[in-house]
């Protein structure tokens, strides 16, 4: 089994502004990053390249198409958004969301920051997408924009699916992005 992890790490920079880069960190995972959140600079990585399954990461990418969808006037967080068969039936982690239950976009953020619901991330991508499928499109165009040239994604939710992969530099791309958007660190932050 093959997961990567990625977070935002606060760093102190030594005098200078000189980042030792040839830090002797020892990482227990095939495949990591540590990356300055403004500027871009890796200050360490290990295989960051190499194609593993992201797991709920995957979610960073939902996360970021939706707040994208809200900050462009696209949607509001108070849009209602009404849970499809297909977002109940999801399985692994759930914001427990049953068929034709109303929730707002922000209650959704909420299901898939905090609890990391499969459920509220394919409510969310319906929702936007129109079916699931449309958003996974939408998902793989933004990654392309984006310059991850070793991710496709097959899903929102990061459930396994044959050639759903990314690496670790191609979610530390979309993760410094997502932290663009400073509302949805009220989501995630919790």
Not at 33 to 52: A, C, M, R, Y
Request: glycine letters at 6%; hydrophobic letters at 40%.
């Amino acid at each position: 089994r093959s997961t990567i992890l990625a977070s935002p790490v606060k760093t102190s920079v030594a005098p200078k502004n000189k980042i030792d880069t040839n830090a002797n960190l020892e990482v227990d995972a095939k495949s990591a990053i540590l990356v300055e959140p403004v500027t871009g600079k890796i200050i360490f990585e290990k295989n960051s390249h190499e194609k593993l399954a992201p797991a709920s990461v995957t979610k960073i990418m939902t996360m970021l198409i939706a707040i994208e969808n809200v900050d462009s006037g696209k949607m509001k967080l108070s849009d209602k958004v009404t849970v499809s068969e297909n977002a109940k039936k999801m399985g692994g982690s759930s914001m427990i969301l049953d068929t034709g239950e109303v929730r707002t976009v922000e209650e959704l953020f909420k299901g898939i920051a905090i609890a990391s619901g499969n459920d509220a991330a394919v409510a969310m991508a319906e929702h936007i997408g129109g079916s699931e499928s449309n958003f996974v499109k939408m998902m793989n165009d933004r990654a392309a924009e984006l310059g991850m040239k070793d991710t496709t994604f097959k899903n929102p939710t990061g459930l396994p699916a044959d050639g759903h992969l990314t690496t670790a530099y191609d979610i530390s791309i979309m993760s410094r992005e997502l932290l663009k958007h400073p509302k949805v660190l009220k989501y995630t932050g919790t």
